[in-house]
């Protein structure tokens, strides 16, 4: 068994002890707690609605910016199969400066087969994403449903391509 001792070096970074890391642990990857969450952000692929865009395309262009692994938390195919990408607490990259205190879920297209913004979700999609949001929203009760377009600041005007509020108005 190695013993390690404080202070030491980590990736050409100095710890100074025990409690320095946890913090960094704490304040960099995971969320502080379920309060934490206050929003639920949606994105869509901005992909063609007759075109896959599988979770490997997804992984290898999130990581092509330099992510880690896929920014979203959850990622819903036009079958309506949802895939599960950061742990609930973990802190999200999909949308500053909220990655934070939000939950990033995506759905595969949002362009028609032109390529114009339009609300192109499945009946597979529509129901995954309705009980996948609506779990989202009791899990974190202070939580509020959001379409990335709504939130402030956002640059993309489209995305996610459909009005958040009056399509899942059932589970508001
Ligand atoms: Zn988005």
Known sequence: MIQETFPMTVGGEEVLNERELLTGVESGLMMDSTDSVRYIILHCSATRCNCDYTVEQLLRDHRARGFRTIGYHFYVRRDGVVSQHRRLLEV???CRPFNRCSI??????????EGHPADTLTPEQFEQLEQLLSRLLKLFP????????DMPGSVPKACPCLDCQSVFQAIL
């Open 92 to 94: 999200g990259a999909h």
């Open 104 to 113: 990033g879920v995506c759905y595969e297209g949002g362009l028609d087969t």
């Open 142 to 149: 202070v939580a509020q449903l959001r379409g990335h377009r």
